[in-house]
Antibody, heavy 122, light 107 residues
Framework: QLQLQESGPGRVKPSETLSLTCTVSGDSISATVYYWGWIRQPPGKGLEWIGSTYYRGRTYSNPSLESRVTMSIDKSKNQFSLSLSSVTAADTAVYYC??????????????WGPGTLVSVSS | DIQVTQSPSSLSASVGDRVTITCQASQDIANYLNWYQQKPGKAPKLLIYDASNLETGVPSRFSGSGSGTHFTFTISSLQPEDVATYYCQEYESLHITFGQGTRLEIE
């Protein structure tokens, strides 16, 4: 069974880059049956998909965030990462990493990390 | 982009009641719709995938139906542990969209 754990700074300054890592246990991140994704949730609000990436480099992102989002996979550490540039207070949210059991399209998210709160403030 | 409109935004019901939440898509999404439960302070949990398939381990009082643009999520007999916010999520396009959420409380 997969387990996911987000890590990263809890606070980022406006205009800087938010960087988070998701550590995967229970399977290899190079497994051919998963997309690795990020979803966020501003305090008291709903869920917003940020993007998903496949170990062979295929990546899809929310059009509203695409210009600021970079995702990558580190096979040696069994981790995948999110970078969100030029952050503002609107990027304050709980950030979740999650998996999609598919090698072709992003369908649903079956395993989730517990989430990590990132606050954007000076 | 596809929009999904979830209703109601909040709901209060009694233990044992049948509860229904709906999701309306802005265009035909076939059966490409999923349902999640999120309890306070926790990550969402997948309950229903592809409109009507129950995720492994999820109690059978939860069910989903619909196709095209109109979808329904039902709890057949509300239990105290079902207090949560419920979200639908579509995946017809390459860009995933969640509904706004329905907050479910016990009367």
């Amino acid at each position: 069974q997969l387990q996911l754990q987000e890590s990263g700074p809890g606070r980022v300054k406006p205009s800087e880059t938010l960087s988070l890592t998701c550590t995967v246990s229970g399977d290899s991140i190079s497994a051919t049956v998963y997309y690795w994704g990020w979803i966020r949730q501003p305090p008291g609000k709903g869920l917003e998909w940020i993007g998903s990436t496949y170990y062979r480099g295929r990546t899809y992102s929310n059009p509203s965030l695409e210009s600021r989002v970079t995702m990558s996979i580190d096979k040696s550490k069994n981790q995948f990462s999110l970078s969100l540039s030029s952050v503002t207070a609107a990027d304050t949210a709980v950030y979740y990493c999650a998996t999609t059991p598919s090698a072709t399209i992003i369908t649903y998210f079956d395993y989730w990390g517990p989430g990590t709160l990132v606050s954007v403030s000076s | 982009d596809i929009q999904v409109t979830q209703s109601p935004s909040s709901l209060s019901a009694s233990v044992g009641d049948r509860v229904t939440i709906t999701c309306q898509a802005s265009q035909d999404i076939a059966n490409y719709l999923n349902w999640y439960q999120q309890k306070p302070g926790k990550a969402p949990k997948l309950l229903i995938y592809d409109a009507s398939n129950l995720e492994t381990g999820v109690p059978s009082r939860f069910s989903g139906s619909g196709s095209g643009t109109h979808f329904t999520f039902t709890i057949s007999s509300l239990q105290p542990e079902d207090v949560a916010t419920y979200y639908c999520q579509e995946y017809e396009s390459l860009h995933i969209t969640f509904g706004q959420g329905t907050r479910l409380e016990i009367e």
